[in-house]
């Protein structure tokens, strides 16, 4: 069964920093993978999605994110942060477009003003 | 409807009853998901509906768990002789295809 492993529990960052957070699945074939974002008081929402393509896929809000096959992970970037991207982040995977989505443990980032 | 509809927003229980959630997805979503989100903590898969096709139950936690979903409308959870360990958002969520799902505001359950 796919898994997904986010090892960033809370990221705090000033703002104008660059941002990383790192994602992992565990699944040998082909998967479909997402981050979702979460502000504050708001429903989780689509930040960017891979399926195919381009390994490196860019979102809303001048985030981008890398999938690496042979490392099994799918980072979200970012090179400069607001203090609005203050939220909480959550990488997902699916093996296919019919299967369940399975989420991460979820990242909190805290921009200081 | 325009988005996800969950109701109800806030629920207040005593241990030992039993509730029943409900989720209205985006009109014409053949997908369905059902998720648990502790505080602080992520998403948990519960279930998922696909169209016609028996749903995936694999998260369900144990057998007081229970969702039905007529067709590909309403869905309903229900939690039987519900415990502490209960009290979490419940979060449903509807996909069109391609796995982008869109998610409701979440049921707050509070079982004291």
């Known amino acids: 069964a796919q898994s997904v492993s986010q090892h960033n529990h809370h990221v705090i960052l000033s703002e104008a920093a660059s941002l990383e957070l790192g994602c992992n699945y565990s699944?040998?074939?082909?998967?479909?993978l997402f981050w979702y974002v979460q502000y504050p008081g708001q429903h989780l929402q689509l930040l960017l999605k891979?399926?195919?393509?381009?390994?490196l896929v860019k979102g809303i809000k001048g985030f981008e994110a890398e999938f690496i096959k042979s490392k099994f992970s799918f980072n979200l970037r970012k090179p400069s942060v607001q203090w609005s991207d203050t939220a909480e982040y959550f990488c997902?995977?699916?093996?296919?477009?019919?299967?369940?989505?399975?989420f991460g443990s979820g990242t909190r980032l805290s921009i200081r003003p | 409807g325009a988005g996800v509809s969950q109701s109800p927003s806030n629920k207040v229980t005593e241990k030992g009853k039993d509730v029943e959630l409900r989720c209205d997805p985006i009109?014409?979503?053949?997908?369905l998901y059902w998720y648990r989100q502790r505080l602080g903590q992520g998403l948990e898969f519960l279930i998922y509906?696909?169209?016609?096709?028996?749903?995936?139950k694999s998260g369900l936690p144990s057998d007081r768990f229970s969702a039905e979903r007529t067709g590909e409308s309403v869905s309903t959870l229900t939690i039987q002789r519900t415990q502490q360990e209960d009290s979490a958002v419940y979060l449903c969520?509807?996909?069109?295809?391609?796995?982008?799902?869109?998610f409701g505001e979440g049921s707050r359950l509070t079982v004291l």
């Open positions: 969520a509807s996909s069109l295809d391609r796995g982008e799902l869109f």
């Open positions: 699944y040998g074939g082909t998967v479909n």
């Open positions: 891979y399926f195919s393509g381009d390994p």
């Open positions: 997902a995977v699916t093996i296919s477009s019919a299967s369940k989505i399975i």
């Open positions: 009109s014409g979503h053949t997908a």
């Open positions: 509906f696909q169209g016609n096709s028996a749903p995936d």
